[in-house]
């Protein structure tokens, strides 16, 4: 069953694609499809925190990928035997960045885009690096701009904080019943196991919490309860590697205070 959290930001989403294709249907703008793509691209998280993040992450990462596009389209109009040598490098670090910054990776594909595209339609075009730059730059910051304004003024901040408290509260309860059901098998290997479990669990509100800044401010109430869990989290996760049958005071004082706010 989706929680309201997720079925609010499915309505914000489908009104943001919305807007950006009608902005490019009225505006008849050639380059104009790089906005309701961006603006796709920027959302697909499904996270309000994650999207401000990405959003921030692809504008800085297609700049730096068009800025470099058009030094090394100049670099091989001199030298263009190089064509092969650059193909294969971009290759070999587009493969090292997918795993890494989610800016590296989109400067890198940016990168890629601008010289296919190039040598892909000659000799019918020819490549014009201020153009490329800017109706690239300008529909990906459109993007970016049609987002900030509907997340500011229309969709507000209130679905950020039931998303933050949903994922604070799912994973409490989550550990609440890994925790049970050790009470059945306590012993050191199951521990383990489960504090495996609780620590991959525990990444999703980590992350969060990690981009929340860009939503909230750091001193907000409404990041106590999650900062709280988190920590407790990483406190049980301690524990069940230490793990002792005799001896869980510690443990099972962690487990009453994600009791107390699973309650709350």
């Known amino acids: 069953m989706q929680s309201i959290a997720t079925k609010n930001r499915i309505n914000q989403i489908t009104l943001l694609v919305f807007v950006t294709f009608l902005f490019y249907q009225l505006t008849n703008w050639v380059g104009g499809y790089w906005i309701p793509?961006?603006?796709?691209?920027?959302?697909?998280?499904?996270?309000?925190?994650?999207?401000?993040?990405?959003?921030?992450?692809?504008?800085?990462?297609?700049?730096?990928?068009?800025?470099?596009?058009?030094?090394?389209?100049?670099?091989?109009?001199?030298?263009?035997?190089?064509?092969?040598?650059?193909?294969?490098?971009?290759?070999?670090?587009?493969?090292?960045?997918?795993?890494?910054?989610?800016?590296?990776?989109?400067?890198?594909?940016?990168?890629?885009?601008?010289?296919?595209?190039?040598?892909?339609?000659?000799?019918?075009?020819?490549?014009?690096?201020?153009?490329?730059?800017?109706?690239?730059?300008?529909?990906?910051?459109?993007?970016?701009?049609?987002?900030?304004?509907l997340q500011t003024y229309i969709f507000g901040n209130n679905n950020a904080r039931l998303e933050i408290d949903e994922a604070a509260m799912n994973l409490s309860h989550f550990i609440k019943s890994k925790y049970d059901s050790l009470l059945m098998n306590p012993t050191p290997e199951a521990a383990f196991n489960v504090a495996i479990e609780i620590n991959d669990a525990g990444k999703g509100l980590a992350q969060l919490l990690e981009t929340a800044t860009l939503v909230f401010a750091p001193n907000d109430t409404v990041l106590e309860k999650p900062t709280q869990v988190m920590g407790i989290t990483e406190s049980i996760v301690g524990e069940l590697l230490c793990f002792h049958a005799v001896d869980q005071k510690q443990l099972q004082s962690d487990i009453a205070k994600l009791t107390t706010f699973m309650r709350a």
């Open 37 to 149: 793509l961006s603006a796709i691209v920027i959302v697909t998280p499904f996270s309000t925190f994650l999207t401000f993040q990405k959003a921030k992450n692809r504008f800085l990462g297609t700049i730096v990928g068009l800025f470099a596009a058009i030094l090394l389209q100049y670099y091989l109009r001199n030298f263009p035997e190089q064509l092969p040598v650059i193909v294969v490098m971009i290759a070999f670090t587009l493969g090292f960045v997918m795993s890494k910054d989610y800016k590296y990776y989109i400067a890198v594909v940016t990168l890629a885009v601008c010289l296919s595209f190039s040598y892909t339609n000659a000799p019918y075009t020819s490549f014009e690096p201020s153009s490329l730059f800017l109706a690239r730059l300008m529909g990906v910051f459109g993007a970016v701009i049609i987002f900030l304004l």
